[in-house]
């Protein structure tokens, strides 16, 4: 296809709404103008092929206008350069169309109209006509405007969602495979020894993965059903740790309906695990407690801060979630107190 086909598919590449609008505006627009002008024709046809032939040329004009601003738009050009030009073309084409409307009547056999004997007068038409198109170039400016804009909402929200599924596909990944598989071995090695330990073993590692699965596409959980899982999560790490470390939960049960992103909490304590000293008598704390006013959900271990512990993917990620889904109701903290380390996620609760 060469460069002049595309330039005339450009020119008439528009959606049923463009089209469909401007008919029916034009139209509009002249069956007003005929029927405060009826002394000027002498039948029904005269007005009815009056409206044709001028609402056919506005509905043209309107098509290349629409195609001439989508170029001059396109060419980031000075902002008043490009008002400049659009005036000269408004000009232009008002000047044309006065000109060219009333030839019509007289190619067809209407050169005896009222009309045209001393009541058109060509500055007049053409002042009317600039108007009409300025009116019609400021709707579809603003029309553009709102569609570029709701354009722009849309892709933002596209790209948040992309971002979330994103996060939250990458929390899937945080769930190591190194976990899973020393849950699996310690299970395989609990079969001969506790059957009934290791199905309870096998029944928290399925709560764990479909929990992961269940709300992969939600952005805010509940904490009563995070603390369900960090039950099974803790209950995991026990088999595997045995008496190295104990594991203790608190929970304020009133706090339950607050919402947070999923795998929070369980992300503070698998960092805890990680970064902990892992000592026979060290414990790992959960807390989940009200205080002035506010939820407060804290993990304490053993251990030093070493470095910025921010830094790292899983905690970095965790802080954006906390801030998108919640805004400026939430407040992360890590800091160290001795030889406690502490996680800590403050809510408002109002």
């Known amino acids: 296809m060469d460069s002049n086909s595309k330039e005339i598919n450009q020119l008439f590449k528009a959606r049923k709404e463009f089209w469909v609008t401007n008919a029916i505006g034009w139209v509009i627009l002249y069956v007003i103008n005929v029927t405060f002008q009826t002394q000027y024709f002498t039948c029904n046809f005269e007005a009815i092929y009056y409206t044709i032939v001028i609402a056919g040329t506005g509905l043209l004009i309107s098509l290349f206008l629409r195609y001439f601003y989508s170029k001059i738009i396109l060419q980031n050009a000075p902002i008043l350069i490009t008002i400049l030009k659009g005036i000269a073309v408004l000009m232009i084409i008002s000047f044309l169309k006065t000109v060219i409307d009333p030839c019509f009547f007289i190619v067809f056999g209407f050169e005896e109209l009222n009309y045209l004997e001393g009541n058109f007068e060509v500055p007049t038409y053409m002042f009317s006509m600039l108007m009409v198109l300025s009116i019609w170039s400021l709707i579809y400016f603003n029309y553009k405007y709102f569609e570029n804009q709701k354009k722009i909402e849309t892709d933002k929200l596209k790209l948040s969602l992309e971002l979330k599924q994103l996060e939250l596909s990458n929390l899937k990944d945080q769930l190591s495979p190194h976990f899973l598989f020393n849950a699996i071995n310690n299970i395989r090695s609990l079969i001969l020894i506790d059957p009934e330990g290791a199905r309870d073993s096998l029944v928290n590692v399925s ?118 889904e919640l805004s400026e109701n939430v407040n992360f903290a890590i800091f160290q107190t001795q030889n406690i380390v502490t996680s800590q996620i403050t809510l408002n609760t109002n």
């Open 207 to 324: 709560e764990l993965l479909r929990y992961i699965l269940n709300y992969q596409n939600k952005t805010l959980v509940s904490i009563g059903e995070e603390v369900e899982v960090v039950k099974s999560y803790i209950q995991l790490n026990q088999l595997h740790f045995g008496n190295k470390v104990d594991f203790i939960l608190n929970v304020d049960e009133s706090l339950d309906s607050i919402e947070i992103p999923p795998l929070s909490i369980q992300l503070l304590l698998e960092n805890a695990i990680k970064h902990g000293e892992i000592k026979n008598g060290n414990k790992i704390e959960v807390n989940v407690f009200e205080e002035e006013g506010k939820a407060v959900i804290t993990v304490k271990n053993a251990g030093e801060l070493k470095g910025d512990l921010n830094s790292g993917i899983g905690l970095k990620n965790l802080v954006q979630r906390l801030k998108s």
